[in-house]
């Protein structure tokens, strides 16, 4: 499975994206998808995870990010509002097992925040 991620960019904090993920394949709901950012300097952490309709995020992004799928487009979005600095890195997708991307991992989109 291939993975292209879309929509990111450069805003200030407090704003909006959305982001999008297209994998080449249909992904069955069952299996968890998620998305991943690296900070220029760290390493690459799950941020937001979703299976059978279930989600979960990781505490820096908790209530400010939301995760969905639709499963008819092979498409996984990442709505990220009130953006701060701190969430300035490139974001992945990837199939999630145990916090680990199970396939290759695409080139990702670049969010930067910043006044």
């Known amino acids: 499975v291939q993975f292209v991620e879309s929509g990111g960019g450069s805003v200030q904090p407090g704003d909006s994206l959305r982001l999008s993920c297209a994998a080449s394949r249909s992904i069955p709901n069952t299996l968890a998808m998620g998305w991943y950012r690296q900070a220029p300097g760290k390493q690459r952490e799950l941020v937001a995870r979703?299976?059978?309709?279930?989600?979960a995020y990781a505490d820096t992004v908790k209530g400010r990010f939301t995760i969905s799928r639709d499963i008819a487009k092979n498409t996984l979005y990442l709505q990220m509002n009130s953006l701060e600095p701190e969430d300035t890195a490139v974001y992945y997708c990837n199939m999630d097992s145990g916090g680990q991307g199970v396939y290759y991992w695409g080139k990702g989109t670049l969010v930067t925040v910043s006044s």
């Open positions: 979703i299976s059978s309709g279930s989600s």
